[in-house]
C-alpha cells in the first residue's frame, strides 16, 4: 500500500490539534496571566483603600467634626460604590444631617455606628456594635482643646470684624507716679 503525502489519518489530525492547542496557550496564556494578575492587583488596592478609609473613620469616631474624618466620610462613596449595605447605611447617616430631628444627636451616634458595622461585615471584620460604639478611646483633654480652639476662633473673628471689642487696661507701675515707663535712670 502506497501512502500518499496528502492523506490523513486519525493520528494526524490529533498531532495538528495538539499543535494548535500549544501554540494558542503558548500566545494567550501569558496574555491572560497578567490580565488576572493585573485584575488581582486593582481588586486587592481596592480592598486596601477600604481598609484605610475604614482605619480612618474608626479612628476619628470621637472627633467626628474633624476634617480627616468629614473627609473620609466624602470617600464612602468612592471606595463602597459597589457595596448595597454599605451606600443605604452611609445615606442613612448623612441625610440625618439635612433634617431637623428632635433627638439628633442619639440617631446621628445609631447611624454612623451602623455605617462603620456595615463596612467592617463588607471588608470581613468581625466587629459588633456594641464594640464599635463602646471601645473607642478619647481623653478629655482633647474635647476640651478642640472646644477652646474652636472659641478662640470664634472671639478673634468677632474682634476682626468689629462685633466685639478689645479691652485695653492701663495700669500704672506702684509708687513710681511716672506712668506704664519704669523711671529714669539716676546719674
Not at 20 to 29: C, D, E, S
Not at 67 to 89: M, P
Not at 100 to 110: G, M, P, V
Not at 113 to 132: C, V
Amino acid at each position: 500500500m502506497t501512502s500518499n503525502f496528502y492523506d490523513f489519518q486519525l493520528k494526524d489530525l490529533i498531532n495538528l490539534a495538539i499543535l494548535l492547542v500549544t501554540i494558542f496557550a503558548v500566545y494567550f496564556g501569558p496574555i491572560r496571566a497578567v490580565q488576572v494578575a493585573k485584575e488581582n492587583e486593582k481588586r486587592d488596592r481596592l480592598i486596601g483603600q477600604r481598609a484605610d478609609l475604614f482605619a480612618v473613620l474608626m479612628k476619628t469616631r470621637a472627633f467626628r467634626l474633624g476634617q480627616e474624618h468629614v473627609n473620609a466620610l466624602n470617600l464612602v462613596l468612592v471606595y463602597f460604590r459597589d457595596c448595597a449595605n454599605v451606600l443605604v447605611a452611609y445615606r442613612a447617616y448623612i441625610s440625618m444631617f439635612n433634617a431637623e430631628r428632635i433627638n439628633f444627636t442619639q440617631e446621628r451616634d445609631d447611624k454612623f455606628i451602623e455605617l462603620l458595622a456595615a463596612m467592617a461585615s463588607e471588608l470581613g471584620y468581625n466587629a459588633e456594635k456594641r464594640d464599635i460604639e463602646q471601645l473607642g478611646y478619647s481623653p478629655q483633654v482633647w474635647f476640651d482643646d478642640e472646644n477652646n480652639t474652636r472659641r478662640l476662633r470664634n472671639l478673634f473673628i468677632e474682634l476682626l470684624e468689629n462685633k466685639r471689642g478689645l479691652s485695653v487696661i492701663n495700669f500704672l507701675l506702684s509708687g513710681s507716679g511716672s506712668g506704664p515707663f519704669p523711671p529714669t535712670p539716676k546719674q
